[in-house]
Every structure is written in C-alpha cells, then in structure tokens.
C-alpha cells in the first residue's frame, strides 16, 4: 500500500473530508518525523529551545507513565514496530482516561475532531520535539475548539504494541475542557 493509501485509511477511517494528495504527504512526513526523534535530541532540542514538556495535571494520565514503553524498529514485512510496556501503561488499555497536553490540529479549522494531543506545544515545522510516547491521537465526535493553552481531553485508552498504523496511543474522546 502507498504512503497515501495508508494515511487516507488512518485518517479517513468514519468518512469526512478528502485530504489532497500533499495534505497526506506532509502528514506523512510529520508522522515519520516524530518517529525517527530520540529522546535524547528531544532533550538537546529542550534545552536550545527553551521548551519545556508539559508538569503533571492532577487527574490526569502523567507523561510519564505513558513513557515507560520501549519502541523496537524491527524489518518485519507486515510490521514496522514492536512495542514493551510497563504494567501502567498496559493497564490504561480499554478503560476510561484523562489526558492533558498540547492540541496539534490534522484537519483546517479551528473545531476539530482530529487531532494529535502532545505533551509539548508544537514550536515550528522542522524542529518539533517528542516521540510515539509523547503523543495521543484523538478522535471525538463532538468538535474541540484550538487553542494554544493546554487541553485536557476524558475518553477511552487505547495502546497498539505493534504501532501497526504508526500510532501507539488513541483516546476516543467523550469529553474536553
């Protein structure tokens, strides 16, 4: 499948708006971007920057519990990743979870039912810091409005160990204020 096919698969799962050939591409790149960040050039980029990751929210799942994964890149034809997580994070899988952290739009607009929530607000195109462990992707049915303060957003946890579409956590959102 093309690199196309597989974002239009991912992010055109319930239908909604076409997404432009470049739209994809550039979505792509992002995707493969974040992929290929350390976390030790994320820390680098910190300290350059100035920009600092998100404290802990009270109520909500810490950026740190959601850290402790260890991401393999493996050559295997039907995958790309494999994915250990500690018990914390294994335990979030299918249950109802609160998350606080920086909305990243993949959709114009500014209502939005698509979007990557980080645990740092997105500083420019080519420097963006963080990792699979540092993002959520949200879906919800209700449109959250983007702002550049942070979110925090209730649903319901999902954790993918083998990242097949690139993703290693989604909330499918109920709430967020």
Known sequence: MSLAGWLKRLFLKDGGPPLSGRSLLAIGGIVALLLSISPEIVKQHQAVTGVRHLEETPGSVPWTTLEK???????????????????????????SARV???????????????????RTPPTCF???????????????????????????VEGIFSFDSDMTDGILYRLR?????
């Open 69 to 95: 994964v260890d991401i393999n890149y493996i050559t295997d034809k039907n995958r790309l990743f494999s994915v250990e997580a500690q018990p914390e994070v294994l335990t979030l899988n299918g249950k």
């Open 100 to 118: 606080t952290g920086f909305i990243t739009p993949l959709e114009p607009g500014t209502q939005l039912r698509k979007f990557i929530l980080a």
């Open 126 to 152: 080519f420097c963006v810091p963080g990792t699979p462990a540092n993002m959520v992707y949200v879906e919800t049915a209700n449109p959250v409005a983007y702002k550049q303060e942070p979110v925090t």
């Open 173 to 177: 959102a109920t709430s967020a204020e």
